[in-house]
């Protein structure tokens, strides 16, 4: 939120004045953007932050500007802080069209019906201090339509005085900045995730690392155990943990986008059962894997990766469905001609299932 200048700095101001003196305003010089979203995608300076009339009054509706207020796309209202609670003695077409409220069910109002639960109660109690303190504020603010749809307003309040500087009015502005918000969040949470994926790469390359040395340790001690079984099974059971460590390592570089998509041939049953250790130990004790694969199914091609991660979010998913245990079921199947042409291209012929009870 920022605020404009006060009325006792207004003097030393240059005033935009018109119409012969029978009004004058304060221009706003970039004052009173802050974070509030402007309608030209630039800071305002020529427009006013508060303004200098020369008789009070809302009867005279007979003049070109009247009919501009009314044919603008922006949402306009004026308040009378002279009446109690400050309530709305003007709005336009377009604050109906944006709220859905009637006309009827505006005046005479304070402007806090439009509030909701969710609107955060620190920016209203400083567009309240700056309203007391008669000042021009800019704010982003969660406001509520008539239905209780919720939508961000980029509000704009400013001062209107007579040329003795009694406070007459306030005027207020509004614009619909729902979408550009939840563009400007989704682009925080992609960098987010950028950063993320970069810190996830640069573990991912110091973790590879390690594992080479634990792998080529683990080598020289097998050639060094001799013929012993003894010996050798723990130094491939120690291999065979590495290689799978190896694995996680590769799901981390393809999540930080580092790795690059090897595709090959494979065949769905073969992964699924040597995936299937992961799953289980996943599922922890309380919930069964079973494992329905159809034999005789054509090899797919693909990134055996991310379709291992793909399966074990999927079990994940299953495993925190059933919090007092279950089955989990995975399967594999060829599709029929027509639910690949109606769910998939004709290029995806077989499947994977997952069920749970």
């Known amino acids: 939120m920022v605020t404009g ?9 240059p005033l935009d004045i018109q119409g012969g003196g029978q009004s004058a305003g304060v221009p706003a010089s970039g004052e009173v953007e802050g974070n509030a979203v ?41 308040t009378d802080p002279n009446q109690p609670d400050n309530p709305i003695v003007f709005t336009n077409g377009a604050f109906l069209d944006l709220t859905g409220y009637e006309e009827k069910d505006v005046l005479g109002r304070n402007c806090r019906f439009l509030q909701g639960p969710d ?33 961000w307003n980029a509000l704009f309040i400013g001062p209107i005085f007579d040329h003795e500087g009694k406070l007459l ?21 992609a960098q987010k995730m950028e950063a993320i994926g970069q810190s996830s790469a640069g573990m991912a390359h110091d973790f590879n690392n390690l594992l080479q040395v634990i792998n080529g340790n ?30 996680l390592t590769q799901q981390l570089l393809s999540f930080a986008r580092k790795q690059r998509l ?52 999927v079990v994940i998913n299953a495993r925190d469905a059933m919090p007092d245990g279950g089955v989990v079921t ?12 109606a769910a998939a291209p004709a290029s995806c012929r077989r499947a994977i299932t997952c069920r749970s009870a």
């Open 218 to 247: 683990l080598e020289l001690a097998l050639l060094t155990s001799g013929a012993s079984p003894k010996a050798a099974e723990p130094i491939r059971r120690a291999q065979r943990a590495t290689m799978q460590a190896g694995k």
């Open 5 to 13: 200048s006060g009325k006792d700095d207004h003097a030393g101001k």
């Open 38 to 78: 402007s309608t030209l995608g630039n800071p305002g300076v020529k427009h006013w932050q508060a303004g200098y009339i020369g008789r009070a009054g809302l009867g005279d509706r007979a003049n070109v500007f009247f009919a501009a207020v009314e044919m603008t796309r922006m949402p306009m209202v004026v």
């Open 169 to 189: 009015y306030f005027f207020a502005s509004q614009m619909d900045i729902s979408e550009r918000r939840g563009m400007q969040e989704a682009n925080l949470q």
């Open 119 to 151: 609107t955060d109660c620190a920016t209203i109690a400083e567009v309240r201090h700056a309203v007391a303190e008669q000042r021009a504020v800019a704010v982003d603010v969660l406001n509520y339509k008539a239905d209780g749809e919720p939508f």
């Open 330 to 341: 995975v399967g594999t199947a060829l599709t029929s001609q027509q639910r690949r042409s």
């Open 262 to 313: 090897e595709q090959k041939d494979i065949n769905l049953n073969s992964l699924v059962v040597d995936f299937s250790d992961m799953l289980v130990r996943t599922l922890g004790d309380k919930v069964e894997l079973r494992l329905d694969l159809k034999p005789g199914l054509p090899p797919c091609t693909l990134d055996t990766t991310y379709l291992e991660m793909a399966l074990l979010n």
